[in-house]
Structure formats: structure tokens, C-alpha cells
């Protein structure tokens, strides 16, 4: 019977082809360069759970992040630009992070957000784009050992769509 039970049981396999990636429930989408990992973390110091979704390239070991987190902070009201550099201070690691190369604010299709480029301890670049969408808080991120590597086609796909929800039952 245990042999039975281990035999029926297969593994997805894991494409390593470009993916246009959008979660069940919508939200955005984004072209990954494989079907990312999807993962509710619920394990965060504030108690504010945070969907990741992670993909690497394994053709250049270059690895791709979103991050999205819901706040109903109702305890103070700020400027976005405050709002978005608690954002990339919960974002930067100073044991991981070296040093900061640009940062500029700007507008991302009607949303306050933030552009950094970050050099870390071990060499590698990250650029990282923090949004602002209502309650919901996204850091889109890239890291690559390549200092010239070009990531804009990974954040030119990134795109807000409506949320999906499922139809009510009574």
C-alpha cells in the first residue's frame, strides 16, 4: 500500500521559460523570467502578513522579487514621500546593503513611487522600485552581480489589473 501511495506522487516540473505571471486573485501582473514561488509570509515582526513572489533566472543567476503588504494605518496620515521612505527603510538591510547610488521619485501610472539603485556588501546591485497603491505597498525588486545589467523590461511589465474575486454563494 506505502509503495501504492509513493508511487502515484509527481512533482510538478519546473519551466525555465518567461512567464507572464498575474496571481489568482489579480491585483497586477508581471512577466517573470520563470513561474515564480508564491509564498504568504506570516512571520513579520509588525504581525502584517506579505505576499512574495521570487523567480530567478537561471540562465544569470539574477534573482526578481515583489513584495506587497496591506496597512490600514489609521493612527497618522502622511505625505506619500514619508509613506515611501518607511517603505525603503523596512526594504534596506544595513547588514546587506553597502551603500545607496540613486534614488528619485516619481509617478508610476498615477502612483506615488520610488526608484533606488543600491549597491550591497557582496558586490551585487539591486534596484528597486517601492509603490504606494491605497493601502497596499509594493517594493518590485531586482538583484544581478552584473552592474550593467538592464532590468527596465522586468519593471515596464509590471502592471496593476483588478482584484478578482470569487462569486459569492449563499
Not at 502578513?49 to 543567476?61: F, L, M, Q, V
Request: charged share 30%.
Amino acid at each position: 500500500e506505502a509503495e501504492q501511495f509513493f508511487a502515484s506522487i509527481t512533482f510538478k516540473e519546473e519551466s525555465h521559460t518567461p512567464v507572464n505571471y498575474k496571481p489568482a486573485h489579480g491585483e497586477f501582473t508581471v512577466k517573470f523570467p520563470q513561474q515564480p514561488a508564491q509564498y504568504l509570509n506570516t512571520t513579520n515582526s509588525d504581525l502584517t502578513d506579505r505576499w512574495e513572489y521570487e523567480a530567478t533566472d537561471k540562465s544569470t543567476g539574477d534573482a526578481f522579487i515583489i513584495l506587497k503588504k496591506t496597512a490600514h494605518n489609521f493612527r497618522f496620515l502622511d505625505e506619500d514621500n514619508f509613506e515611501l521612505g518607511l517603505l525603503e527603510e523596512s526594504f534596506r538591510n544595513p547588514d546587506v546593503f553597502e551603500k545607496q547610488i540613486s534614488r528619485e521619485q516619481k509617478d508610476f501610472k498615477g502612483y506615488p513611487a520610488l526608484d533606488v539603485r543600491e549597491k550591497l556588501k557582496d558586490g551585487s546591485m539591486v534596484y528597486a522600485r517601492y509603490i504606494i497603491r491605497g493601502p497596499h505597498y509594493y517594493v518590485i525588486a531586482a538583484r544581478s552581480k552584473n552592474k550593467k545589467a538592464d532590468f527596465s523590461a522586468y519593471f515596464n511589465s509590471f502592471n496593476f489589473i483588478p482584484f478578482a474575486y470569487n462569486v459569492a454563494t449563499a
